[in-house]
């Protein structure tokens, strides 16, 4: 095994420590995977140190001990006595329901599981919205920013993968909005990623890109396109985003042994409670990976997006103004 970084983080969120050489968390048994998940109404099946854990809510816990096929003792800590606890699982071999008691929970769906895209549909057809982001214009800013310093992160460290998603289908609308896939960072922010991407090289891990600058009329699209209810997730065209202004990008790690990408607790740009940043379900090794990511970029002066585990923001971001080039019109040198 890899001897990567073990990771604490404090109650706030805002302190995360490393110490080097500890061996990172076993994967949880194969026969758990589909029964983690959130069932009911608030109601969470997840894995912690080997265990299996039903969280009533955020303050009650119970231990699922397994007394036979899909079916576990619930037992309290200092309790005598306990539940049964039974799941049924579903034609796809995931739980379906938690059947507790006489209670039957049906599992929620939370994004897509096993490497899967999440998808919306779109409130409008993306030609359209396409033709009307064209047509506008970024809104003014009247006061001074920075000149702005776009460079291709790969021109400062080769090793730093790409896939960038907005360049292909992979992505939440199923649609290419960038016509190469390429990633721009303002060049401080950049030289950051560089070296967060060197701390973690040896620990075995790299830093995978999924996207970096963006123009402004691809986050008028994606507002656009979504449902009002879910544009946590969006940013609002009539303010910018961190996106656009070369000051923000998204990103998971990788495995420089193999070049795959560790799995997190929940997947890119799912629109759902888990890509919160500190949701507490999930497996032990997935929240371990993502708080190590956490570590390595605010170590560099980035800090993670209130919604979003795979969105880090420079720290300087305010002093950039709205960028609206396509990449086949920004400069290639470094």
């Known amino acids: 095994m890899v001897a990567l970084a073990a990771i604490t ?15 990172a968390p076993q994967a949880a048994p194969a026969g758990w995977r589909g029964l983690i998940g959130e069932y009911g109404d608030g109601t969470m099946v997840l894995e912690r140190a080997g265990r299996l854990v039903l969280r009533l809510d955020s303050v009650t816990e119970r231990r699922l001990t397994p007394v036979g096929r899909d079916r576990f003792a619930a037992l309290a800590l200092g309790v005598p006595g306990h539940a049964q606890v039974r799941f049924a699982r579903g034609t796809s ?8 008691g006489d209670s039957v929970l049906l599992r929620r769906a939370l994004g897509v599981d096993d490497g899967a895209v999440f998808r919306i549909t779109p409130l409008r057809p993306v030609e359209e919205l396409q033709r009307e982001a064209d047509a506008a214009t970024p809104p003014a800013e009247p006061q001074s920013f920075r000149p702005s310093d776009l460079v291709e992160l790969g021109s400062l460290d080769s090793t730093i993968r790409l896939d960038i998603r907005y360049a292909g289908t992979r992505n939440f609308l199923g649609t290419p909005f960038y016509a190469e896939a390429r990633a ?9 990623v560089a070296r967060a991407h060197r701390r973690l090289a040896p620990l075995g891990l790299g830093l995978l890109i999924h996207d970096a600058y963006r123009p402004w009329s691809v986050t008028k699209m994606f507002w656009d396109a979504t449902p009002p209810a879910q544009r946590d997730f969006v940013a609002d065209p009539a303010r910018g985003s961190r996106h656009n202004r070369g000051a923000a990008l998204d990103l998971t790690l990788f495995l420089l042994s193999s070049g795959e990408p560790v799995e997190m607790p929940g997947g890119y740009d799912e629109f ?7 949701y507490p379900g999930g497996t032990t090794r997935q929240r371990w990976y993502r708080d190590l990511l956490r570590w ?21 971001w305010r002093e950039y103004g709205i960028g609206n080039e396509a990449f086949e019109k920004l400069r290639r040198s470094p």
Request: glycine letters at 4%.
């Open 9 to 23: 983080v404090a109650s706030t969120g805002a302190t995360v420590a490393a110490r080097a050489q500890v061996p």
């Open 93 to 100: 071999g995931n739980a379906a329901a938690l059947l507790l």
């Open 184 to 192: 721009f960072l303002q060049r401080p922010a950049a030289e950051a």
């Open 272 to 278: 759902s409670r888990r890509s919160y940043p500190d």
């Open 296 to 316: 390595a970029m605010e170590a560099e002066g980035f800090t993670v997006f209130e919604s979003e585990w795979w969105h880090f923001d420079w720290k300087d």
